[in-house]
């Protein structure tokens, strides 16, 4: 049975860093890809970053790129989202998924999430 579980998540002021991790079991994590979601309230899901099967394709979304990294490290089958300036509008339910080899967001397999919520 394939179990996502997201990590990391909390509160943080403005400008601040949160690192999530997103442990995959059940198969090696690199021959995979690894997206993150996430979800405001009230608002639809949007997909925030991706990287693909041995690290072949990495995405951003336009609203996290130059602050978000996202890596994976294969001995820990764990995919990391380090993100960085932290802004209000950064707070959401983050969620992360696989089983797919390619950043094709119709993942098969899903965490429960993760919250980050930025204020002051």
């Known amino acids: 049975q394939v179990q996502v579980a997201e990590s990391g998540g909390g509160l943080v002021p403005p400008g601040g860093s949160l690192r999530l991790s997103c442990a995959v079991s059940?198969?090696?994590?690199?021959?995979?890809?690894i997206g993150w979601y996430r979800q405001a309230p009230g608002k639809k899901r949007e997909d925030v970053s991706c990287?693909?099967?041995?690290?072949?394709?990495?995405w951003y979304a336009e609203s996290v790129k130059g602050r978000f990294t996202i890596s994976r490290d294969n001995a820990k089958n764990t995919v990391y989202l380090q993100m960085n300036g932290l802004k209000p509008e950064d707070t959401a339910v983050y969620y992360c998924?696989?089983?797919?080899?390619?950043?094709?967001?119709?993942?098969?397999?899903w965490g429960q999430g993760t919250q980050v919520t930025v204020s002051s």
């Open positions: 059940a198969f090696p994590l690199d021959y995979y890809a």
């Open positions: 998924a696989t089983g797919d080899t390619l950043c094709s967001w119709s993942f098969e397999f």
């Open positions: 990287i693909g099967a041995k690290d072949e394709e990495i």
